[in-house]
Each structure stands twice: as structure tokens, then as C-alpha cells.
């Protein structure tokens, strides 16, 4: 899973990003509008994974991992004829946004719009993501349709459809409303424009930027395929930077009960509809994220395409019912393990071994 950190200037989005990552980079450096671009992987903090490396005692223990990028450049007015080249790229690139916005008040860092307001603020780089994926709609019309005039009948049938789908998201940028919202998009029409990297269809956590006092600025964002979460950045980033002792003390002292680390890709999860499921043994306890709703095949084929295409059966436990018969023997006098076949739907937690023949 790759995020992208955006936001306006001096919102606090390298702040963010030390705090998510632990990294420590220097904040306060509105990069003025130049596009700039910090990438950090981090593990995907998961007690389960804990407790079955301490049950099974493996060589090597592995987490899922997500990549971080804090995406400097973004502001008023960059999406005017549309976000071009390496900005719009990266941007194109990522699985979803954590849309960093100030709420914080402080006299020394100044605001690009002068005063602190949030939902405009949210407005405004939204606006340049519409724009951004209008342009993109209107370019690829014309080039469908400029093809759809020079042949005719014998055109691929792959372009009216996709001149129809164009139209429908044309209408709906138009109408300021981003694609996630749109409705009855099937599997296959979003496959058929993948390739078009569009904005507005990926999934967004909004992530206010409380600072120190913890005040309601709670704001509503009514879009399907987002959430919001509130955060204090600089504590948190501070938070970051310490041993786990010290850590725990600083977030007794200011109330905060997760971390937004943990947080923010919890949330990320929910958003992006994915889960997580565990291989076990001797050698390695590992963790892997899959599309909720995968089938026993899908999960196989995250762990190596091979398994997948060989796909016999897989062995089934759920990790809560491990956990509680203490033991991968005591489980298999339970009747709870399990073998499942190709239509097996996978669920959070599964603990999978995959048979397979090639
Ligand atoms: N008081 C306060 N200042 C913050 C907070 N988060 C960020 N800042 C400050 O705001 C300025 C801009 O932060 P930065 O992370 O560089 O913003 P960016 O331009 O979006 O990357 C820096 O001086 C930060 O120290 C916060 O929660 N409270
Ligand atoms: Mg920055």
C-alpha cells in the first residue's frame, strides 16, 4: 500500500510524515511551490503477528508494509490546465491520500490564506484534484472520439463504452464531485481506466492537524471512500523520536490513547478494503494484506503466483481460535482447522498454508 501525504503549504504534512514514520525531517520548509517528494516504508504495527512469532519462535518474523510519501508542491492554482509531469506522476501513482489540513493556531507559522480554516482549506486542494482529472477526462474524449470519427464501424468496441463512461465522469467533475462518489461504476469499467491514474477516484483519510490543544474542530466530509482523523502532528512527530518508555509517558501526559501510526493505517485499511492474513512456522511468521473479499486462489497468489496457479486446498485457521486452543495441536482436536477450496472467501486473521502443485 503506498500513501500519499498532500495538503497546502505549511499545513504540517513533513510533520505527518516523521510522525508515521519515525523519520525526522526538517519541517517549516514550505517548499514554495516546487515539487519535492520524501519516501519512507514502514512495518504495519499488528499485535497478532507478535503473538504467533511468540508462539512459534521462527527464524525471521515479517510485517506488511506501507510506503509514505510526503508530496510537497500542492497549492492554489497548480491544476490550472492541468497537474502536469512528474507532480501529477506521483500523484497518479499512489493507492490513496492522506490529506493533511491545518487546524492548528499558531502566530509563528504562518498560513498561506492567512487565517486557520479548515474546510476551505480541504475546498481548495480538492478543487485542483477536480480540475485535474477533468482535463484528463477531456483529453482522452477527444482522442476517442477523434479515433471513433476516423473509423467508423470498424472501431473497437472497447471505445464507445469508454466514451459513454468518460461522459458520465465528465458530467459529475463538472458537477464538483469527486469519482469516487460516482455509483455504479463497475469492477470492469474502473479496470478499463486504470490506466488513467485519476485523482479523484482514489480513497482519502482527511487528517486534521489539531496541534497542542485538543479543541472540536471536527468538520464533516460527506464522500464515499474517505474519513476523517484528527491528529496532533508536532506531539506526535516529538512522540516519534522517543524510546517506548518515555513514549508511553508523553501520551499519558497529553491523553492520546493509539498512535497515530497505528491509527492512520488502521484507518488506511478500512478505506482501502483490504486485510490482513498470516503464514506460520519454524521458519518465518508473516504477515500479508489482501482485498477483502479475496478468495483462498486471490490470498495464494499475494504469496507467489505460483500458488495460485497450483492452488489445491488451503489449511484454515482462524487466529482467535488458535489463540485459543494455545497450541497448532491442541487446534486440530478442535474440528476448527479447516480445509477450504477455490471458493473459500478469506477472512481477516485467517492463518492460511496453501497446498499447492506445479
Ligand atoms: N504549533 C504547531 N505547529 C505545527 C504543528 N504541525 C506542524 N507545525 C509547524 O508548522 C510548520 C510547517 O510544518 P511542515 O510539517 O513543514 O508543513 P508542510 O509544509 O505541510 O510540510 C512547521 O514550523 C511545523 O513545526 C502542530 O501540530 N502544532
Ligand atoms: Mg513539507
Wanted: proline share 3%; charged share 30%; no cysteine.
Amino acid at each position: 500500500m503506498k500513501l500519499g501525504i498532500v495538503g497546502l503549504p505549511n499545513s504540517g504534512k513533513t510533520t505527518i510524515f516523521n510522525a508515521l514514520t519515525g523519520a525526522n525531517l526538517e519541517t517549516g520548509l514550505a517548499s514554495g511551490g516546487r515539487f519535492e517528494v520524501h519516501t519512507a516504508v514502514v512495518n504495519v504495527p499488528d499485535t497478532r503477528v507478535d503473538k504467533l512469532s511468540g508462539m512459534y519462535k521462527p527464524k525471521k518474523t515479517t510485517y506488511t508494509q506501507v510506503t509514505y510519501q510526503d508530496i510537497g508542491g500542492l497549492d492554489k492554482g497548480v491544476a490550472e490546465g492541468g497537474l502536469k509531469g512528474q507532480l501529477r506522476n506521483e500523484l497518479s501513482q499512489l493507492d490513496g491520500y492522506l490529506h493533511v489540513v491545518r487546524a492548528f493556531e499558531d502566530e509563528n507559522v504562518p498560513h498561506p490564506y492567512e487565517d486557520v480554516d479548515p474546510a476551505r482549506d480541504i475546498e481548495i486542494l480538492d478543487s485542483e484534484f477536480l480540475l485535474t482529472d477533468l482535463v484528463t477526462v477531456e483529453n482522452r474524449l477527444e482522442r476517442l472520439q477523434s479515433e471513433l470519427r476516423v473509423k467508423g464501424k470498424t472501431v473497437d468496441k472497447a471505445v464507445p463504452d469508454e466514451i459513454d463512461l468518460l461522459e458520465r465522469f465528465k458530467a459529475h467533475l463538472e458537477a464538483e464531485k469527486p469519482l469516487r462518489d460516482l455509483e455504479d461504476v463497475t469492477p470492469d469499467q474502473l479496470k478499463s481506466v486504470r490506466g488513467y491514474g485519476f485523482l479523484t477516484l482514489k480513497p482519502v483519510l482527511i487528517v486534521l492537524n489539531q496541534g497542542e490543544e485538543l479543541r472540536d474542530t471536527s468538520i464533516s466530509y460527506d464522500h464515499r471512500h474517505s474519513a476523517v482523523v484528527a491528529l496532533q502532528g508536532k506531539i506526535e512527530a516529538e512522540i516519534a523520536q522517543l524510546d517506548a518508555e518515555d513514549a508511553e509517558m508523553f501520551m499519558e501526559e497529553y491523553g492520546i490513547t493509539e498512535r497515530s501510526a497505528s491509527r492512520v493505517i488502521r484507518l488506511s485499511y478500512e478505506l482501502m478494503e483490504i486485510q490482513s492474513f498470516f503464514t506460520v512456522g519454524e521458519d518465518e511468521v508473516r504477515a500479508w494484506s489482501v482485498a477483502i473479499g479475496a478468495t483462498a486462489p486471490e490470498a495464494a497468489g499475494a504469496i507467489h503466483s505460483d500458488l495460485q496457479k497450483g492452488f489445491i486446498r488451503a489449511e484454515v485457521m482462524a487466529y482467535d481460535d488458535l489463540i485459543e486452543a494455545g497450541s497448532e495441536a491442541a487446534m486440530k482436536s478442535t474440528g476448527k482447522f479447516r480445509l477450504e477450496g477455490k471458493e473459500y472467501i478469506v477472512k481477516d486473521g485467517d492463518i492460511v498454508h496453501i497446498r499447492f502443485n506445479v
